[in-house]
């Protein structure tokens, strides 16, 4: 079974430029979370999507960060302009339903400079 | 609020040897889930068990133990007999329900395993 796919790997910017990340979860699965590991920290949920739409977006900034889902399957999450702080790894993980066991990715690291 | 605590940053053992990692957690739910993932240098959280609030059951897998104490908000693990494999970022975290998608993270033991 494939896992949850993430690209890119790695993402370099200047502040004030926008950039996009992409996942594509594991097949089936309902549920797709993005979510914010700063370095040294634990992840931050960002975002929640059941199917196409939003459960939770409470965390997520959004003058700056937009995600979607619009076919219920691969989600985007852009931010635009990006800030200094926002250099972190991105996560995307993915679970059957809301209470089933979530499987992660591998990240996008962003380094905004 | 919930919060987790993982007052190790960092911890440094030599192979064979047995290491425990803590994790502390204030939750004011009656009902709750705590976790341990394991984040290796390839970035991915692996999701390592579940325990919730009303299983006090210490849990015991292959190298892995679990000893859950409400009576002092602890849920800590340990790995006997600790290989160069197991070096990797561990983290605890705590969740109302049985998904730790929600979850509030701690901030991470990172695990060294010298051969």
């Known amino acids: 079974e494939a896992g949850v796919a993430q690209s890119p790997r790695y993402k370099i910017i200047e502040k004030r430029q926008s950039v996009a990340f992409w996942c594509n979860p594991i097949?089936?699965?309902?549920?797709l979370y993005w979510y914010q590991q700063i370095l040294g920290q634990g992840p931050k949920l960002l975002i929640q999507?059941?199917?196409?739409?939003?459960?939770?977006d409470s965390q997520l900034p959004k003058d700056r960060f937009s995600a979607e889902r619009l076919k219920g399957v691969d989600s985007t999450l852009k931010i635009q302009p990006a800030k200094l702080e926002d250099s972190a790894v991105y996560l995307c993980?993915?679970?059957?339903?809301?209470?089933?066991?979530?499987?992660f990715g591998q990240g996008t690291r962003l380094t905004v400079v | 609020a919930q919060k987790v605590t993982q007052a190790q940053t960092e911890i440094s053992v030599v192979e064979k040897e047995d290491v425990t990692l803590d994790c502390v957690y204030e939750t004011r739910d009656t009902t709750y889930y705590l976790f341990w993932y394991k984040q290796p240098p390839s970035g991915e959280l692996v999701f390592l068990i579940r325990?919730?609030?009303?299983?006090?059951q210490n849990e015991i897998s292959g190298r892995y133990s679990w000893n859950f104490q409400k009576s002092t908000s602890s849920f800590n693990f340990t790995i006997t007999a600790s290989q160069v494999v197991d070096s990797a970022v561990y983290f605890c975290?705590?969740?109302?329900?049985?998904?730790?998608?929600?979850?509030?993270f701690g901030d991470g033991t990172t695990l060294t395993v010298k051969p």
């Open positions: 993980a993915s679970s059957f339903n809301s209470l089933a066991e979530a499987f």
């Open positions: 999507f059941q199917n196409n739409g939003v459960v939770d």
């Open positions: 097949s089936g699965h309902a549920t």
């Open positions: 975290a705590l969740s109302y329900n049985t998904n730790a998608g929600k979850s509030t």
């Open positions: 325990r919730n609030s009303f299983d006090e």
